[in-house]
């Protein structure tokens, strides 16, 4: 059964203190990795798909990373605006659900001033 | 991105009322849309699978006389909640692919049930 564990639970950071935010998976084949944010009542938003092990992507202060094991949110120089819940979710090559995502319990990430 | 819609975004039911919830992709033909549930702090869950033209696949432990589902086109697929109570309260959420493993996901709908 596809596993997500994401850690930490809640991170606090100062404006302009980077960090990262980890996702730790076990799936029987992974068709993809993806990272969502998502606001106080509102749906998950896109970020970014990972396929394979050695991959990264960007966008803004946003650097995703992907090993056969883990994948990480690095976040440099985070703004307050960065504050949301940040969702990890694996997506399966033998999901009975198809395109299905099996996502972890999110990181809480709150930037202060 | 793609866009899909959730409607409505929020209801207020009284207990054994039923609740119809609608998800709409609007610039692309979703051949597949999926239901989630996320109850406060916790992960989304898949409730459903659904498929245009056929009957959705539900997951372990979802009731599908409780949770209908309904694909009729490619760019609408509706929940309902049947006799709804209290424990049903939760955000529920839809999302619909394209292919190429893209996924993009409604806003929500929070059902509160008195």
């Known amino acids: 059964e596809d596993q997500v564990t994401q850690s930490p639970e809640a991170l606090r950071l100062q404006e302009g203190e980077s960090s990262s935010l980890n996702c730790s998976y076990t799936v029987s084949g992974l068709r993809g990795l993806f990272w969502y944010r998502q606001d106080p009542g509102k749906g998950p938003e896109f970020l970014f798909t990972l396929y394979s092990a050695g991959e990264e992507k960007e966008k803004e202060r946003l650097k995703a990373t992907l090993t056969k094991k883990e994948s990480f949110l690095h976040i440099t120089a985070p703004k307050p605006e960065d504050s949301a819940t940040y969702l990890c979710a694996v997506q399966g090559l033998n999901s009975n659900s198809g395109y299905a995502l099996n996502f972890g319990k999110g990181t809480s990430l709150l930037v202060t001033p | 991105g793609a866009v899909v819609s959730q409607h409505p975004s929020w209801v207020i039911c009284k207990s054994g009322t039923s609740v119809k919830i609608e998800c709409r992709s609007l610039d692309f033909q979703a051949t597949t849309m999926f239901w989630y549930r996320q109850f406060p702090k916790q992960s989304l869950m898949l409730m459903a699978t659904s498929n245009e033209g056929s009957k959705a696949t539900y997951e372990q432990g979802v009731e599908k006389d409780k949770f209908l589902i309904n694909h009729a086109s490619l760019t609408l697929s509706t929940l309902t909640v049947t006799s709804a109570h209290p424990e049903d309260s939760s955000f529920y959420i839809c999302?619909?692919?394209?292919?190429?493993?893209?996924?993009?996901f409604g806003e929500g709908s929070r059902l509160t049930v008195l």
């Open positions: 999302s619909a692919t394209r292919g190429a493993g893209e996924l993009f």
